[in-house]
Structure formats: C-alpha cells, structure tokens
C-alpha cells in the first residue's frame, strides 16, 4: 500500500476526503476502521507558520499507513511538499468548512483546528465515509495557550506514534457495537487526554470549557 501522508490532495470537498480514502480502504482490505483528522491550519496563522508548514515532509513521512490527516484547501501544485510547493484557496477552505461544520457541532475557531475522527468502509453507502458519532475538534491554539501541548509537532508525534500500534479491523478508539457508536466521541476525548501531560490533565477535566471538544451531530428528532 502507498504511505499514507499528512496531504491529500484535493482536498476542497468531502466527496474528495470519502474517495481517497475508498482508495485507501481497497488497497489494505484488512483495514475496515482508520483514525483520519481533517486540519483547518490557514497559513497565515501564526501556529500554523510557525509549527505545520516547516514540517509538511515529516508529517508526510511520519504519518506511513497509520492515519490519514487531511488539510483542508492546500493543493500542491508542483514539485514535492519538501519543495514547498503548495497553493491555498481560501474559497475552498472555507465551503471544506461550511460543509463540515453542517455535518456536526464544530464551528472554526479562527485558528488551527484539528477534527478527530473514524473513517469506516460501507459498501452500502457507495464507499468509504466519516463517522462523525465519533468526532472531536481540538483546538491546537488553545491547548498550545493553556500548556496542554508543547509544540504541534511533538502532539502529531503522539498521535502518529499511539496510531501506529493499533490493529486496522478495531482499534482501541473505534467500536463495533451501537452502544459503543454512542460512546465514542468521549473515547476519543479520553485519547486524547491521555497523551497529555499528567500534570494537566486533572485539571483540565474539571474545566467546563477546553480545548478538546465532542462535535457529534446532534441526534435526530
């Protein structure tokens, strides 16, 4: 299977997120769950030119067949991500993120956001598709702020690194089971929380608003 990596282009849609990872899917057939994050890291933001386009080759890299993150309105125009040779499209930045904000609870921070997720495979849906009953947003700004995460890279080092050790057909933060479809979204915040440090972590559950947020949709009436 081609390495996974940190960009996947284009990603302008969510119909173009759904069919490289069918792609995906087709390619390592035992894999049926993959932990897949959508980045919304504008690059005039301060965080993200300061921690995420200086280490585009290594998440590249880094990342292998583990998880998929996708960065919403880059497009690589020439060359190779070493080369830096990326293009951003604000207007398709911003329909990536009117699409996924009316697909959950998430609404931009303005900042660098990074929407944890499952991708599952469905052939009754035409492919592979998101699960958002199983979605959080963190804010890497806030989490940076409050002391949460040291830098970005060292944080996608965790992610990448507790990726990487988890089996493709279920893995610790997927479920296969309704009554666990409902309770992932505190699972993967748990995940999350435990690659914090320990000092904070006690604190930081008993504050009421943080930066790692559950933005599953809201259950239909």
Known sequence: MASACLIRLPVW????????????????????????????????????????????????????????????????????????????????????????????????????????????????RGGAFLDFSSAIAINLDDAKRIGAIDTVEMFFEKIFRYAETQSGDDPTWGFSDQAGLRAAGSALIALVLSLLPASIQQEITKTAKFCVSDIRPQPAT
């Open 13 to 124: 849609s969510y119909q173009e997120v759904r069919s490289y990872l069918t792609a995906g899917f087709q390619l390592a057939p035992e894999r049926t769950v993959r932990m897949t994050g959508l980045l919304f890291a504008r690059p005039e933001s301060p965080l993200a030119k300061s921690e995420i386009m200086p280490n585009m080759s290594y998440f590249n890299h880094r990342s292998g067949n583990h998880i998929d993150v996708f960065m919403a309105g880059y497009l690589q125009v020439s060359g190779t991500i070493t080369d830096g040779a990326l293009e951003f499209s604000v207007p398709n930045f911003d329909e990536f993120r009117q699409e996924i904000e009316s697909m959950t609870r998430w609404r931009y921070s303005g900042g660098v956001d990074l929407v944890l997720t499952n991708a599952r495979l469905d052939e009754e």
